[in-house]
């Protein structure tokens, strides 16, 4: 079974609005999180890694107040798409990974902006 | 920096054909080979990896893939596809040491199979 959840699956949203996805570790502990866009064809571009306890490391380019990540506990990190636009809509996806678990990935997110 | 290469955007095969899909990646330091599967809406499956040990790496659903250092590659193969292949492949790398796990992909291979 899928050892990484991410919820939803799929969202619509209004511009201007904020859209939180979840990504839970199911049967470990996720010491760090990793947060991935993908467009259209295209390959998987990393957003941010998250720590649990510990503030997200962005890449160069990426938003953070307008990507916000929360690593609160060891099986939950959350990404905020905050006043979300149209050219926001992608594939978001997590992984996760743990001290004795190797890295495993989330089913992704659909989201789209009207 | 890492860097990732896959030169095929789009793979057509027949059913039952043998497939090569080629990577072939960049790095001044050692890293760590994979091979993704990913199908449409969906997120990334492992298919296989390279550590060390073996070149020659065994993946699930009949893939392997072999390590060549000294011409930086890590093609993915299968003897011979199914339908049920057709997917979008993506070759990745990650830094032995001092990359905190993260990877690095390739734009990926569409491997269509047909009938």
């Known amino acids: 079974g899928a050892v990484v959840s991410q919820h939803p699956s799929w969202v619509i949203c209004k511009s201007g609005t904020s859209v939180k996805i979840e990504c839970r570790s199911l049967?470990?502990?996720?010491?760090?999180m990793f947060w991935y866009r993908q467009f259209p064809k295209q390959s998987l571009m990393l957003m941010a890694t998250?720590?649990?306890?510990?503030?997200?490391?962005?890449e160069q380019g990426v938003e953070k107040d307008k990507f916000l990540i929360n690593h609160a506990s060891l099986t939950l990190s959350t990404l905020t798409v905050t006043s979300a636009h149209p050219e926001d809509s992608s594939f978001y996806i997590c992984?996760?990974?743990?001290?004795?678990?190797?890295?495993?990935f989330g089913n992704g997110t659909r989201l789209t902006v009207t | 920096a890492q860097s990732v290469t896959q030169l095929d955007s789009q793979v057509p095969v027949f059913e039952e054909a043998p497939v090569e899909l080629r990577c072939n990646y960049s790095?001044?330091?050692?890293?760590?080979l994979f091979w993704y599967v990913q199908y449409p809406n969906q997120g990334l499956q492992l298919l296989l990896k390279?550590?060390?040990?073996?070149?020659l790496v065994k993946g699930i659903n009949g893939f392997e893939a072999e390590f060549n250092k000294s011409q930086t590659s890590f093609h993915l193969r299968k003897p011979s596809v199914h339908i049920s292949d057709t997917a979008e492949y993506f070759c990745?790398?990650?830094?032995?040491?001092?990359?905190?796990?993260?990877?690095?992909f390739g734009t990926g291979t569409q491997l269509k199979v047909e009938l």
């Open positions: 049967d470990f502990q996720a010491t760090t």
């Open positions: 990745a790398v990650m830094r032995v040491t001092g990359g905190g796990n993260k990877l690095t």
């Open positions: 992984s996760a990974s743990g001290t004795s678990s190797p890295l495993h």
């Open positions: 790095s001044s330091v050692s890293v760590y």
């Open positions: 390279y550590l060390s040990g073996s070149t």
């Open positions: 998250s720590n649990e306890g510990s503030k997200a490391t962005y």
